[in-house]
């Protein structure tokens, strides 16, 4: 593939709900320009674009694809992203590379939950965008039921820019509502100008009217006259239209057909035509050696080499490599700067990706995509650049996970195996973590929903050929004490013949406020304890604290007192000591009415607002507390607490109790005591929990 200049390139990412048909489309994409000989089918496993083993089995879109085409003497980069919710961070990857956005709509059942989800990530990253009715082939079509949909639900900015030409088995061409001209389906993906159909003349006026309006909306000068004449010319139409395509007050509708092909030629112009080139989309802010404030990169054909890794890849065939986005300059093989790591590092070879074909290229140009061979020292979310000019462009925004599950290794020995089998896959995608919890013997692994943690045992397997098996987290509750005690007495007295072991101590325990700590208090007046032997007996209360008294999970907020004891000559020793240190605290620790605290999560709850009244009762149900609500564009934003042991499996419920139109964020807030009436039968159980991990 040539070389490209700046202004001839476009960075689209193709976004939408499974089923839409998006990646469908970037097939036809790719037959229509040659870039394929034959279309891929994802439906039937052969996709050019989801080609690893687990899209193949599962016939959808698991990971970011790379789709670069030429058009009418442009380089047309699409990124397919995955339309499931549980794949965002790939979709949040593309979005930030790309500089428009085009929302896939089923025209049969309009704006879908993710389809929300998706747009709501365009309006955040600020970036130009098409919505295309597609699937206008099927007997169940309805364009203007789709642009309803888009325009009830998502924004009333959104026009009709293609009406079609018939529905179903009928649909055979569209009309370009801004030149005003029909264009009939001549086949293999192409049209052919004709007469704008007489049923549609009508509909034609009042969208151009439509069309208008949002063209002078998006220019002062243009409202102005407006607003004195009551119309504009096709000139000013278009040129008003353009810029608010760029500045995001106008989202054109289009329409066609990816398993028809119908009126693909004329969306390929579009993307060209109305698509900004990197030259003149915004640009990421980036920070600047020197500076304190993050503040637009300014990107220049001729500036100094900056680029973004934005996806960190493996491939069984290809092998690891990583994805930039040129944004100043160029970059061919050779040495640059890793500013983030502060870290010298190489580029290799450059090539276009094509499902898992490479295709070699010079180098990489301002505003195009490449991959290259894994840079060392470096992942995704780095900026790479020369050590003459550093600049750290701020990384994109990342998901927290909000699904965590325990994994055991049902092979025996495999267990480091396992840990580091999915630490490798978390450098691969960022929103899947994985956790060692030493303290309570169990590895974690996090994610955006039960699929997500599906694949990523199934890539685990597939990969380090273990096998594992989840269940249910430990919660990491603490320990603590409600009471007080003014002396207890741990005296640890031994005479087995020789040498004995004396230690005799005496502790005060009271609680600390919340998120205290730990304080140990050394009281001792007229040498009854020796001062060689104290910090024994602190070493043997802090063990003791690690270790638990009540079940098993750490003491926190509780002040230690030594003021008492005694001791003896000869057999006193520091282990002595250590053993009545812990042998006091935990009897005082239970005549100190000891409690449980519970991790208590903050949630962030997105929904439509029918919806709100069974996100409090459920939330209610799961002993948590709504904190406020607040508009949200057409939805309600719900901010709760809940205790960390109630939420597991939330991302399904939620789901089910909003048909998919819910999601959520979550992260710690603080601990809290656990309820009375809960305590009894949760100390029984995590006892039982605690023996069993032992074993």
């Not at 309006?213 to 008003?240: H, T, W």
């Not at 890849?313 to 290809?318: A, H, Q, S, T, V």
């Amino acid at each position: 593939m040539k070389t490209y200049d700046s202004a001839d390139i476009r960075n689209v990412v193709l976004l939408g709900q499974g089923g839409s048909g998006k990646t469908l489309l970037a097939e036809s994409m790719l037959f229509k320009t040659g870039a394929t000989t034959r279309r891929g089918e994802p439906s039937e496993g052969t996709s050019t674009i989801d080609a690893s083993p687990e899209e193949i089995k599962r016939k959808m879109s698991l990971n970011l694809g790379f789709a670069p085409i030429e058009w009418d003497g442009h380089k047309i980069n699409v990124l397919d992203a995955p339309g499931f919710a549980d794949f965002v961070g790939d979709a949040e990857a593309a979005l930030f590379a790309a500089d428009m956005a085009i929302i896939v709509v089923n025209a049969g059942a309009g704006v879908e939950p993710d389809t929300e989800r998706l747009y709501d990530m365009v309006v955040r990253a600020e970036k130009p965008a098409f919505f295309l009715v597609n699937q206008m082939d099927k007997d169940q079509a309805d364009y203007q039921a789709a642009v309803s949909s888009v325009r009830d639900r998502l924004s009333n900015r959104a026009v009709p820019f293609f009406l079609p030409i018939g529905a179903g088995g009928d649909h055979k061409g569209l009309v370009d509502v801004v030149a005003g001209k029909a264009f009939v389906d001549a086949g293999k993906g192409d049209t052919q100008e004709a007469d704008v159909p007489a049923d549609l003349q009508d509909q034609l006026t009042e969208i151009r009217s439509a069309l208008a309006e949002a063209a002078a909306e998006s220019d002062d000068a243009l409202l102005e006259k407006y607003l004195e004449e009551g119309e504009l010319s096709a000139e000013e139409i278009s040129r008003g239209l353009r810029e608010g395509v760029r500045s995001g007050t106008a989202y054109p509708i289009l329409a066609g057909s990816a398993e028809t092909q119908v009126g693909l030629d004329r969306l390929l112009s579009f993307i060209v035509e109305w698509g900004p080139s990197p030259l003149d989309a915004p640009q990421p802010k980036a920070l600047r050696e020197g500076q304190e404030d993050a503040t637009p990169l300014e990107g220049r054909i001729d500036g100094p080499p900056v680029a973004y890794v934005f996806k960190t890849y493996f491939d069984e065939r290809l092998g690891e490599y990583s994805v930039l986005r040129a944004y100043s300059g160029k970059l061919t093989p050779g040495d640059y700067y890793n500013p983030r790591k502060q870290s010298a590092t190489r580029l290799g070879a450059m090539y276009s990706l094509r499902g898992k074909e490479r295709i070699d290229l010079e180098g990489l140009v301002c505003g195009d995509i490449a991959a290259t061979p894994r840079i060392k020292n470096t992942s995704t979310g780095d900026t790479i650049s020369s050590k003459e000019q550093r600049v750290v462009i701020e990384p994109h925004r990342i998901s927290e996970p909000v699904h965590t599950v325990a994994v055991v290794a049902t092979g025996r020995g495999d267990g480091e195996k396992v840990a580091g089998g999915f630490s490798r896959l978390q450098e691969f995608d960022p929103t899947f973590r994985v956790t060692v919890d030493s303290a309570l013997r169990q590895t974690l692994i996090s994610g955006m929903g039960d699929q997500h943690i599906d694949v990523q045992i199934e890539r685990l397997k597939n990969r380090s050929k273990v096998e594992v098996e989840t269940k249910r987290p430990r919660i990491a509750y603490r320990e603590t004490i409600q009471g007080r005690v003014e002396d207890v007495q741990g005296k640890y007295k031994k005479q087995t013949g020789g040498r004995g072991q004396y230690g005799d101590v005496h502790l005060k325990l009271e609680p600390m406020p919340r998120g205290g700590g730990l304080e140990f208090v050394n009281a001792i007046v007229g040498g009854v304890i020796p001062t060689k032997f104290i910090p024994a007996v602190e070493k043997g209360v802090r063990e003791t604290t690690g270790r638990g008294v009540l079940v098993g999970y750490p003491v926190v907020d509780v002040k230690t007192t030594l003021h008492f004891g005694s001791y003896h000559d000869v057999d006193s020793s520091e282990n002595a000591f250590k053993m009545a240190g812990t042998m006091a605290f935990k009897e005082g620790f239970m005549q100190c009415t000891p409690i449980l605290l519970e991790p208590i999560m903050k949630l962030q709850v997105i929904v439509p607002e029918e919806y709100t009244g069974d996100i409090m009762g459920d939330m209610s149900s799961r002993r948590g507390r709504i904190q406020g609500m607040e508009q949200h564009g057409k939805r309600q934003i719900v901010r709760a607490e809940a205790p960390e042991g109630e939420l597991f499996g939330y991302v399904a419920s939620l789901r089910s109790m909003t048909q998919g139109r819910g999601h959520f964020a979550v992260e710690l807030s603080h601990y809290d005591e656990v309820p009375r009436e809960v305590l009894g039968k949760l100390v029984e159980t995590l006892k039982q929990e605690m023996e069993a991990a032992k074993s």
